[in-house]
């Protein structure tokens, strides 16, 4: 694989999946193919998960790992031909041709503006690093998609499920801030790969891209949605159409134990307590947000594993 900056990105999902769930079981198998190489992982935003999960993740595989929160460094130019008489201190066209000379791998979390959907859509910061980097990318988190989360969700529901074809729901969530849309999409591209029974389930106008959903099942209604499922995926994100507001705080959409029924439950996390789900939910045998997380490990370290093995 010559970089993961997308689900489909990976040559064969079902090999990956079972491939990461036996990394899992022997993390240290493959310690000596990442001898001598380095991971530079860059962050334009927070993380708690994405940086620990990949750092350990590059660990297992023998890397070396250096990380650079970019807000540290000179600010970049992204525009081309442009006038750098303002704040910005350097190229990316300079910035990414250095950092590739340090790295065998470069990751790379840049959230969206929320602000200008074009922009966004572009994923100018993601594929300007692309273009002008001479080593694989990985996307940790992008404007638009979240790969190695929707993969660690794949792991997860593979390793959890009962049934041969389970019924997952993704349901939207209330939540103070506007949040980007790439978990969601990325899940929802995720479970179109997967055999499962996949229904989405929002408030009217909250509708992701039609470019992602494709012909996904979506339910106005939540409590029809969720009869029973499998598996609810719980996660906010801010409106699509009208771009990156919030226009509904419905605490009607919370995740109760009530509604969730039999199900398990699935967040990325970071999770808002009793905003996004109540603590009974969280607290119960039914939640697997901490089993997840532990999944990203296993998720990053069968990228990384790909991309090594083809460098
Ligand atoms: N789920 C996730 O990406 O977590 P972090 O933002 O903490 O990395």
Redesign the pocket.
Known sequence: MKNYTKIKDLPNLSQTIKEAILLKMNPFEFQDLGKHKTLVMLFFN??????LSTEKAAKNLGMDVMILNVNDAWNIEFEDGSIMNGNSSEHIKEAAQVISQYADIIAVRAFPTLQDKAKDESEYILNNFKKYATVPIVNM?SATA?PL?ALADAITISELTEKAKPKVVLSWAPHPKALPQA?ANSFVEMMQDLEVDFTITHPEGYELSEAITKDTPINHNQEEALKDADFVYVKNWSNYKDYGKVLNQDENWMMTKAKLGGAKFMH???VRRNVVVEDAVLDSDQSVVIKQ?NN?TYAAQIVLKQILEDL
């Open positions: 927070s993380s708690l998960r994405t940086r988190e979240h989360q978990v990325c996390l970071p997380a990203r």
